[in-house]
T-cell receptor
Framework: GAGVSQTPSNKVTEKGKYVELRCDPISGHTALYWYRQSLGQGPEFLIYFQGTGAADDSGLPNDRFFAVRPEGSVSTLKIQRTERGDSAVYLC?????????????????FGPGTRLTVL | RKEVEQDPGPFNVPEGATVAFNCTYSNSASQSFFWYRQDCRKEPKLLMSVYSSGNEDGRFTAQLNRASQYISLLIRDSKLSDSATYLCVAPSGNTGKLIFGQGTTLQVKP
């Protein structure tokens, strides 16, 4: 079946511009996560959606970053007034439902990412 | 101190070698851990889960030492196709969000 898809695969923009990154999760997955991966680092958590609501946005670096998931499926990560430090690969992941027990885990499936370059 | 720490390597080993990676974590309440594999310019993919003392899957063995708060990944009989970055991961809280280590790069050479 289809996995997580992300568009665009690459985005080059200029400092100060606005960008939108899209994520299509696996059909039926209620949990959706956004991560950011800088070169030579592991992914860093940004935000988690359960259904339509952002259940945890503690990883968003500042108020220039915002994400939505209006119908509980596709999600869009929005970055205003981009800065060169925003350059990274933005990864989206989905799972069937969030872990509610410390001893259980529902595998997160990652999309191929969007490589954002801010000039 | 980072929540999950790994030696970034790189580890350069010949085919057939046995190689081990260690990872330390700071949250003593963490119950489960994972190793993800990430190929160059690709997305991370789950390799193994570790819920108790350890887990074995073919050439791969993951072990958990709660007293010392570290997780290890052992790869036996290394193949060229094992070349990748291995990410140590711990879930945080009850939302399933993942805390990743920096990753350890493995290069298996003929």
């Amino acid at each position: 079946g289809a996995g997580v898809s992300q568009t665009p695969s690459n985005k080059v923009t200029e400092k100060g511009k606005y960008v939108e990154l899209r994520c299509d999760p696996i059909s039926g997955h209620t949990a959706l996560y956004w991560y950011r991966q800088s070169l030579g680092q592991g992914p860093e958590f940004l935000i988690y959606f359960q259904g339509t609501g952002a259940a945890d946005d503690s990883g968003l670096p500042n108020d220039r970053f915002f994400a939505v998931r209006p119908e509980g499926s596709v999600s869009t990560l929005k970055i205003q007034r981009t800065e060169r430090g925003d350059s990274a690969v933005y990864l989206c992941a989905s799972s069937s439902n969030p872990s509610t027990s410390r001893s259980s885990y529902n595998e997160q499936f990652f999309g191929p990412g969007t490589r954002l370059t801010v000039l | 101190r980072k929540e999950v720490e790994q030696d970034p390597g790189p580890f350069n080993v010949p085919e057939g070698a046995t190689v081990a990676f260690n990872c330390t974590y700071s949250n003593s309440a963490s119950q489960s851990f994972f190793w993800y594999r990430q190929d160059c310019r690709k997305e991370p993919k789950l390799l193994m889960s570790v819920y108790s003392s350890g887990n074995e899957d073919g050439r791969f063995t993951a072990q958990l030492n709660r007293a010392s708060q570290y997780i290890s990944l052992l790869i036996r009989d290394s193949k060229l196709s094992d070349s990748a970055t291995y990410l140590c991961v711990a879930p945080s809280g009850n939302t399933g969000k993942l805390i990743f280590g920096q990753g350890t790069t493995l290069q298996v050479k003929p």
